[in-house]
């Protein structure tokens, strides 16, 4: 089992910038892919990026690409989501989520793809 715990969300204006974290618990968490899922209310789960369980590769969707960086840290099993210049169409829930997938992260790219998921965190950008 690996427990995922969310911080880092909040309401900030278009433009602006949030940090997420995700810290894991449990089993080893560099055997992992990781990703960031995103969802609005009534909506499926979208997927923005993932990143390779040695951190040395990632992949972004389009709409996140150039304002989004994840990364992780196995020695604090945390992974982060940087996201700049906020838009309002980027207010969801935001999920962390691991995946036991050794493929390239932009193969791992559907929820079912993960085994594990965090309780989510909101993101709300203004306008």
């Known amino acids: 089992q690996v427990q995922l715990v969310e911080s880092g969300g909040g309401l900030v204006q278009a433009g602006g910038s949030l940090r997420l974290s995700c810290a894991a618990s449990g089993r080893t968490f560099s055997s992992y892919t990781m990703g960031w899922f995103r969802q609005v209310e009534g909506k499926e789960r979208e997927f923005a990026t993932a990143i390779s369980r040695s951190g040395g590769s990632t992949y972004y969707v389009d709409s996140v690409k150039g304002r989004f960086t994840i990364s992780r840290d196995n020695a604090e099993n945390t992974v982060y989501l940087q996201m700049n210049s906020l838009k309002p169409e980027d207010t969801a829930v935001y999920y962390c989520?691991?995946?036991?997938?050794?493929?390239?992260?932009?193969?791992?790219?559907?929820?079912?793809?993960?085994?594990?998921w965090g309780q989510g965190t909101q993101v709300t950008v203004s306008s």
């Open positions: 989520a691991a995946s036991p997938s050794r493929r390239l992260p932009g193969l791992v790219n559907t929820p079912e793809k993960y085994d594990y």
